[in-house]
Nanobody
Framework: QLQLVESGGGLVQAGGSLRLSCAAS????????MGWFRQAPGKEREFVGA????????VYADSVKGRFTISRDNVKNTVDLQMNSLKPEDTAVYYC???????????????????WGQGTQVTVSS
């Protein structure tokens, strides 16, 4: 069992930056691939990015590629999402998710993840 808690959301102007963090409980964090997803009002939850169990591989949605960066610390049991050059269309609730998967292959769909955090709101004003 893994519990995930996101933090770092807030209100930022377009062009600004935010760093989200996801803290995980459990002693086996290093065996989980981690993903970030987001959901805007009235829209389906969508993939943002993912990182492999050892941090050796990352993948991003086209909409955030070059602006967002995922990193993880398997000692601190955290995964971060650095968001730069934010746009109003990045406004959403952001969720971190975990999948027990010791592989460099990354999953980009919501059914592929077993554990979810409660989400943190990110609002980008124009």
């Amino acid at each position: 069992q893994l519990q995930l808690v996101e933090s770092g959301g807030g209100l930022v102007q377009a062009g600004g930056s935010l760093r989200l963090s996801c803290a995980a409980s459990g002693r086996t964090f290093s065996t989980y691939a981690m993903g970030w997803f987001r959901q805007a009002p009235g829209k389906e939850r969508e993939f943002v990015g993912a990182i492999s169990y050892n941090g050796g591989n990352t993948v991003y949605a086209d909409s955030v590629k070059g602006r967002f960066t995922i990193s993880r610390d398997n000692v601190k049991n955290t995964v971060d999402l650095q968001m730069n050059s934010l746009k109003p269309e990045d406004t959403a609730v952001y969720y971190c998710a975990a999948r027990r998967y010791v592989s460099m292959v990354l999953v980009t769909t919501t059914p592929g993840y077993n554990y979810w955090g409660q989400g943190t709101q990110v609002t980008v004003s124009s």
